[in-house]
């Protein structure tokens, strides 16, 4: 009996202690399949991606843990995903530092420009207590707004947004929290990506059509 209540204490001691521990979110591998269309859309465009905006300390939702804090950065994995993505997607891309004036478009030779704006960040963990263990979930969301300018100023903006829950079973401390902010990380960011790219092309699309339907 006396060994069950030892395990019991010592486990919640593992539970209360309290920490700050550093995450990085790796980048995710998003498959060209994963688009709504495999087709490089054609045409040379500057990419103007916001970043800075997405660095959270990650803190619990509730009394466990709660003296435990991860700081955790999203924003590499964020650029190096929409770069790729962005690339395979498109025919030509350059990524640029800023927004670019229409008169800066023509003068490089651009058809058009597209913004990503990094919006809100959601992330918060929480324990799932067992008998000797328990389970740390999260749950991150991303929002942001993608834009499409051409040569006529702004064509066209709308949202994106990633949203995942991660999961780490049968954990035996708050530290544990790392690899399930990984998972949820790593979907969001993921899911966020995809949905710009999508309402990147659709947009580029809509706005060659009002251009030739102008022209004609």
């Known amino acids: ?59 619990t939702t509730g009394w466990t843990c709660n003296a435990w804090s991860f700081p955790t950065n999203f924003d590499g994995a964020y650029v190096s995903a929409a770069q790729s993505a962005f690339s395979q997607s498109f025919q030509n891309v350059k990524f640029v530092p800023a927004v ?21 960040m959601g992330a918060k963990f929480g324990v799932v207590q067992g008998l000797f263990t328990g389970a740390i979930t999260v749950d991150v969301e991303v929002e942001g707004i993608v834009a499409v300018s051409g040569h006529g100023g702004l064509a066209s903006q709308g949202q ?8 780490n079973d049968g954990v035996l401390g708050c530290d544990s929290a790392g690899p399930a902010i ?6 969001a960011i993921s899911d966020f990506v995809i ?8 947009n ?13």
């Open 1 to 59: 009996m006396r060994f069950w209540l030892r395990a019991l204490g010592a486990g919640a001691m593992l539970f209360a202690a309290a920490c700050t521990s550093n995450v990085t979110v790796s980048a995710p591998n998003i498959s060209p399949t994963q688009f709504a269309s495999q087709t490089k859309t054609p045409g040379n465009y500057a990419v103007y991606l916001q970043t800075g905006g997405w660095n959270k300390e990650i803190k």
């Open 100 to 120: 670019l004036p229409p008169e800066e478009l023509r003068k490089q030779n651009f058809d058009a420009q597209i913004i990503v704006y990094q919006g809100n």
């Open 160 to 167: 994106a947004r990633g949203a995942a829950h991660g999961v």
């Open 182 to 187: 990984q998972q949820a990380g790593g979907k």
């Open 195 to 202: 949905e710009s790219v999508n309402a990147a092309k659709l």
């Open 204 to 216: 580029i699309l809509e706005m060659k059509t009002k251009t030739a339907a102008a022209s004609s």
